[in-house]
């Protein structure tokens, strides 16, 4: 089982994905989508709504795909910044969410490391 993001880690993810606390209305914000007292939950809906397309503006393409046994999942980065396509990071995981999030997240960290 793949372990859970602590919530250092969900805060600065969702805040990497375009999340702002507003101090004056004590909320998150994001863009025309609103205000919401606390940050979006880590499931796959809001990972494709929010993080996703993130990662593809930054010149990244990603497979999300399970194994035949329905027991290992893999999220696979590809950086398509080059002119090459080349697997930046392959996260396994028995949950598709985590797998997917840890993927990004590992993009992320190297991101904010250039």
């Known amino acids: 089982m793949t372990k859970q993001p602590t919530?250092?880690?969900?805060?600065k993810f969702w805040e990497w994905c375009g999340w702002k606390w507003w101090e004056q209305g004590q909320?998150?914000?994001?863009?025309k989508d609103g205000i919401s007292r606390e940050l979006p939950?880590?499931?796959?809906?809001?990972?494709f709504?929010?993080?996703?397309?993130?990662?593809?503006?930054?010149?990244?393409?990603?497979?999300?795909?399970?194994?035949?046994?329905?027991?290992?999942?893999?999220?696979?980065?590809?950086?398509?910044?080059k002119d090459t396509e080349r697997l930046f990071v392959d996260e396994k995981s028995?949950?598709?969410?985590?797998?997917?999030?840890?993927?990004?997240?590992?993009?992320?960290q190297v991101m904010e490391g250039q």
Do not use: M
């Not at 909320?27 to 863009?31: A, E, K, L, N, P």
């Not at 990662?55 to 590809?78: M, N, W």
């Open 49 to 81: 709504k929010y993080a996703v397309p993130k990662l593809q503006k930054a010149g990244f393409g990603f497979v999300l795909c399970d194994t035949a046994s329905k027991k290992i999942f893999h999220a696979e980065i590809y950086d398509e910044r």
């Open 27 to 31: 909320s998150w914000c994001i863009g």
């Open 94 to 108: 028995d949950n598709p969410t985590l797998a997917l999030f840890w993927a990004i997240y590992i993009v992320l």
């Open 7 to 11: 919530q250092e880690q969900l805060k």
């Open 41 to 47: 939950e880590l499931d796959l809906n809001n990972l």
